[in-house]
């Protein structure tokens, strides 16, 4: 019987070594490395090639690029009738595949001057200037300036086949009102499906000041911008580029008037948006800052570097900037510090439009320039509640000045205490813009670094002040800091 349990034994043992041996043979390890998962990204970037009246326009042509204030697609500031341009506009959505649209807004049309000829076609011509007429849509301008838009092949012209997608005068198609580019109805260029992300698609637009006739012309008939190859020309002569313009039938009543608009465009990712469609529900975009009925200070060197011819087109641009920003009591509202050897409050936070523009225009120069001072008193302004109790305003500040502080103290002291007081702003929530005009390079670094708030679009250069008022209305329609 012991004999039987040892052989037991033995056999149990064998069995569990050749189970052991087994397993070192068969055995198999698989392995995943680096997974990875990351978000993709809808970048649109637009650039724009301009003409006016046949001719390359530099000054509203840029290489692909985020939108901001220096971008403009028209700014011209002597039209007379017969006046034309046209522009090709790219537009790329880097990585994904997107939906686009756009939006074009007529934010003023208003008389500029009144001259003797213009007031006889125009009798009801006021001056714009404060404290008279304040309202921004009562010229004749974008009633005579025509526009088409079309889906292009990005040659500057618009050809047979090619789809006009608006057409109208400046007052009727201007309104704010989405424009489909692509979405889950088609697009314009007569196909079905978002804009690929890997590709470049382009829109054109012409413009006249007068009557605008479309008149395209075939793919032949054309090699070059606004040059014409073909049997209605000279080889190089300048051509129509497929539409005719003529102002012959204009009067005066338009004489000195001034449009502006605003050019906005919008890119959503199709993917997981399979359904949506321009102006109609969808992924909407943060609300800017005039949306959130904000509280605006302007914050204006008055210093003695500023010349009285400066300080003259300072006020301009200033008071150009209260029109676009047109505070009400449910909208916005502005106040103003100014600052030279001292700084001063001289409007608190108000929706009165009127006061607004006489602070401004009360302004004299001479003194130093104590930034610091400016810079506090609108922070403290900001922080109040005697204008309003309403604490979801968001809050901003606008500084105009020419160059580094140096008062109080001495320039070393001006700078640390200033630079402490924009921080300090900043914490705050205070939102910095700054306009440096005829600054030196380190100067717009100073600013740039230690008085805007960070990031791209907070600090604008402008290279003299004739810059300004442009500058000056695109922060007032809101830009949004990276957006289109």
């Known amino acids: 019987m012991r004999r039987l349990i040892q052989s037991a034994i033995l056999i149990s043992f064998v069995v569990f070594a050749t189970l052991r041996i087994t397993s070192a043979f068969f055995s198999d390890t698989e392995t995943s490395e680096g997974n990875i998962l990351a978000a993709g990204a809808i970048d649109l970037l637009i650039d724009n090639e301009s003409y006016y009246n046949g001719v390359f326009n530099p000054d509203t042509s840029w290489e692909p690029d985020d939108l901001d204030p220096t971008h403009l697609f028209f700014n011209f500031n002597d039209l007379k009738p017969s006046d034309y341009g046209e522009d090709t506009i790219s537009i790329r959505v880097n990585d994904n595949d997107a939906w686009a649209c756009m939006d074009v807004t007529l934010t003023k049309n208003d008389d500029n001057t009144c001259t003797e000829p213009e007031l006889i076609d125009d009798p009801d011509c006021t001056d714009p200037n404060p404290p008279g007429d304040v309202d921004l849509l009562d010229g004749e301008l974008a009633q005579n300036i025509n526009f088409i838009w079309w889906a292009d092949d990005g040659d500057n012209v618009l050809e047979v086949e090619e789809n006009i997608f608006e057409e109208g005068n400046t007052s009727t198609i201007f309104t704010g009102e989405s424009w489909t580019l692509a979405d889950a109805t088609g697009n314009v260029w007569d196909e079905n499906g978002p804009i690929p992300g890997d590709e470049i698609v382009y829109i054109a637009k012409a413009w006249c000041f007068g009557t605008l006739t479309p008149a395209p012309l075939g793919q032949e008939a054309y090699d070059g911008p606004h040059q014409d190859n073909n049997d209605n020309g000279t080889a190089g002569e300048p051509v129509d580029g497929g539409y005719l313009c003529d102002g012959s039938g204009l009067n005066n009543a338009s004489q000195t008037d001034i449009i502006t608009a605003d050019v906005s465009f919008q890119a959503i990712q199709s993917r997981n948006n399979l359904d949506f469609v321009c102006g109609d529900g969808g992924p909407t975009p943060p609300p800017g800052p005039c949306e959130k009925k904000p509280d605006v200070m302007l914050v204006l060197d008055r210093s003695g570097s500023i010349s009285a011819g400066e300080l003259t087109t300072l006020k301009n641009a200033a008071n150009a900037f ?73 809050d901003f500040a606008v500084v105009i000045t020419d160059g580094e502080p140096n008062e109080p103290g001495s320039d070393a002291n001006a700078r640390a205490v200033a630079t402490a007081e924009a921080a300090d702003m900043r914490s705050h929530g205070v939102t910095v813009y700054v306009v440096g005009i005829g600054v030196t390079p380190a100067n717009a670094t100073y600013l740039t670094d230690n008085i805007a708030s960070p990031g791209p679009g907070h600090y604008f250069a402008a290279a003299d002040f004739d810059d300004l008022e442009a500058i000056l209305e695109g922060i007032a329609n809101c830009p949004q800091n990276g957006g289109e």
């Open 322 to 394: 209260i029109d676009a920003l047109n505070p009400t009591t449910a909208t916005a509202h502005i106040g103003q510090t100014s600052f030279a050897t001292l700084g001063s409050l001289d409007l608190q936070l108000t929706d009165d439009e009127t006061a607004a523009h006489t602070a401004v225009n009360g302004l004299t120069t001479g003194g130093f320039t104590n930034l610091f001072q400016g810079l506090s008193l609108a922070d403290d302004e900001l922080a109040s509640v005697r204008d309003r109790a309403d604490l979801t305003s968001p």
